[in-house]
């Protein structure tokens, strides 16, 4: 029988097709945020990523996980595993037992968007900040964590999540043909089979907090998701927010997020429709006097948004 280290061979497949099969995202991606977030941004020279419990939508990562679930449940019956004598946890991976943590920062591909601004952009008061989506590929690597960020596309539809799913459990399922005669009896089987089912979630997890219900559609979401392991547990911090204390880690354009930090991959930013637009120019030109700050000031939103 195999042994756990055996199973790198897997992960690894399992990975290189579900990074294979993520969208190429736009040029630029858009992160609306208030006057207050925006200072920050820009005077820390850097993002911050939310831990995932703590972002809007209140089942964040839990729909993606019953999508996930179901679809590894239904697998172990096809492989007829018993649970007699294994462990509880079974084929269920630690991230749903006691869990890494995740942190993500979110993005739209949609400019000037009335419940973008509504939402996130203090009901037009705020401002809409277009990122490149190259730069924001490459800046959470600083984060320490054993797995690199992604930027992913957020899949509405039940036929796509199914699809990415699909794809895995067909490598997976492929893997465990090749090399189920090694297994001399059905309990070195079943233990055979809810290690590669492990593996499988485990390399799906991260792509669950990128499927949310239909219903959030409109929004044409992307997010940087960044997994932190407790080795990297010294970069969370906390702050005071709409959920209570919320902890999230800094996102920096340098390796180190505590020394030489560059600015970030700002392009230009917007103010919103209710921001006043003569005012809002001279702060920013005295902000960016002050802090040599990316990007452009553009036109203020002429969207008809009541305060």
Avoid at 2 to 14: A, E, K, M, N, T
Avoid at 270 to 281: I, L, Q
Wanted: hydrophobic share 35%; glycine share 6%.
């Amino acid at each position: 029988m195999l042994p756990i280290g055996d199973f790198s061979d897997l992960h690894d497949r399992v990975l290189s097709v579900l990074s294979s099969s993520e969208a190429t995202p736009p040029s630029t991606l858009y992160h609306y945020t208030s006057a207050a977030g925006l200072l920050g941004m820009i005077q820390g020279k850097s993002l911050h990523a939310t831990h995932y419990a703590h972002l809007n939508d209140r089942v964040d990562g839990i729909f993606g996980m019953s999508v996930l679930e179901k679809q590894i449940d239904t697998l172990a019956r096809d492989l007829a595993i018993e649970s007699t004598g294994l462990p509880d946890t079974r084929y269920k991976p630690s991230y749903f037992q006691d869990g890494n943590d995740l942190f993500v920062c979110c993005f739209s591909s949609k400019f000037d968007h009335h419940g973008q601004w509504m939402e996130y952009g203090d009901r037009g008061q705020g401002y809409a900040l277009e990122f490149s989506s190259h730069g924001l590929a490459t800046i959470g690597r600083s984060h320490g964590g054993s797995t690199q960020p992604r930027l992913l596309k957020v899949l509405y539809k039940k036929d796509e999540q199914d699809k990415l799913i699909a794809h895995a459990k067909e490598l997976t399922l492929a893997f465990i043909k090749e090399r189920a005669g090694s297994c001399s009896s059905k309990y070195e089987k079943d233990v055979f089979h809810s290690n590669c089912l492990r593996v499988l979630a485990e390399n799906l997890y991260l792509y669950c907090f990128a499927m949310k219900d239909p219903r959030f559609a409109d929004e044409e979401e992307w997010r940087l998701c960044i997994p932190m392991d407790r080795k990297a547990e010294e970069q969370i911090s906390f702050r005071s927010g709409k959920y209570g204390i919320t902890p999230y880690i800094e996102l920096c354009n340098h390796f180190s997020c505590s020394t030489n930090r560059s600015h970030l991959p700002i392009v230009n930013i917007y103010p919103g429709p209710n921001v006043d637009e003569y005012s809002a120019k001279q702060a920013w030109r005295l902000l960016k006097w002050k802090t040599s700050a990316p990007g452009h000031m553009q036109d203020y939103s002429s969207l008809p948004i009541r305060r």
